[in-house]
C-alpha cells in the first residue's frame, strides 16, 4: 500500500504547506481511512502538523529550504511580518530573532508552538483601511510570498505591542541599537503615512516626538 508520504511526492506537493482539503484530494477511501494514513504519517514523522488543519511534509522530503515568513502567512492569514522579525529583516536589531513576530488583521493574540519554531501574532486596534499602510510584498523564493512591515511600521508596532512610551533617542540607539543613520534615512511623508494607521495615543506620541528629534 503506498505511503501518503508517497502520495504527497507523486502528487507534486512536496513542497506545499498541505491542508486538509490537500490530503482529501490526494487520499482514496473513507474518511476514517484518510485520516489513519494521515495519523500513521503524524507518528512516523513523515508528516508534520503545524497547527490544526496545516501540515508539511519533513524536511527530508522537501526539495526547497522553507521559508518561515511564508509559513506564518499560512499560519495565521490576513497577517504581515512586524516587530522584532521585520526589525531583524532589515538589520534594525542586531540580535538574532528566532520567534517569528507578525500582526494580524482580525481576531485575538495568539501563539504557535511549532518544530519550526514559534509564532505569535498581534492584534493592533489600527484605522479603517490602514491596516496595510507600510506594508510591502515580498517574494525571496518563487511560490512563497509573504507580508512585511516597513521598518518605521515595524518599529510603531513594537511600541504598541511593547508599551514603550517616548524617552529619547537614546533608547532606541542604545537599549534596542538601532542604528541612528538608520533613524535618519526615513523619509519625512512616510512618518505621516504611518501616522494615519494608528488610534493608540502612546504610538502617535512616539511617532511625533522621534520625527521632530530626527528633524523630519
Do not use: C
Not at 78 to 100: D, M, N, Q
Not at 135 to 158: M, Q
Not at 172 to 180: A, G, H, Q, V, W
Amino acid at each position: 500500500m503506498t505511503s501518503l508520504k508517497d502520495k504527497i511526492i507523486e502528487a507534486d506537493f512536496a513542497d506545499h504547506i498541505l491542508t486538509d482539503v490537500d490530503l482529501n484530494s490526494i487520499l482514496d477511501g473513507t474518511p476514517a481511512a484518510r485520516y489513519g494514513m494521515a495519523n500513521k504519517a503524524l507518528k512516523k514523522g513523515e508528516l508534520i502538523k503545524i497547527r490544526r488543519g496545516l501540515y508539511l511534509l519533513a524536511d527530508k522530503y522537501r526539495h526547497k529550504k522553507l521559508s518561515k515568513f511564508f509559513l506564518a502567512s499560512r499560519v495565521s492569514p490576513h497577517s504581515y511580518i512586524s516587530l522584532e522579525s521585520a526589525l531583524s529583516y532589515y538589520g534594525w536589531i542586531p540580535e538574532r530573532v528566532t520567534t517569528v513576530t507578525s500582526v494580524l488583521a482580525l481576531g485575538r493574540t495568539k501563539k504557535f508552538t511549532t518544530p519550526y519554531g514559534e509564532f505569535v501574532f498581534y492584534h493592533l486596534p489600527v484605522n479603517e483601511y490602514e491596516f496595510l499602510t507600510g506594508v510591502n510584498r515580498i517574494e525571496e523564493i518563487k511560490g512563497e510570498p509573504f507580508l512585511l512591515a516597513s521598518p518605521l511600521r515595524a518599529l510603531a508596532d513594537y511600541v504598541y505591542v511593547k508599551k514603550i512610551d517616548w524617552r529619547s533617542l537614546d533608547y532606541l540607539t542604545n537599549s534596542l541599537r538601532i542604528d541612528i543613520e538608520q533613524l535618519m534615512q526615513i523619509d519625512s511623508n512616510h512618518f505621516y503615512e504611518i501616522e494615519k494607521v494608528y488610534r493608540a495615543k502612546r504610538v502617535l506620541q512616539f511617532l511625533v516626538s522621534l520625527r521632530k528629534e530626527l528633524k523630519k
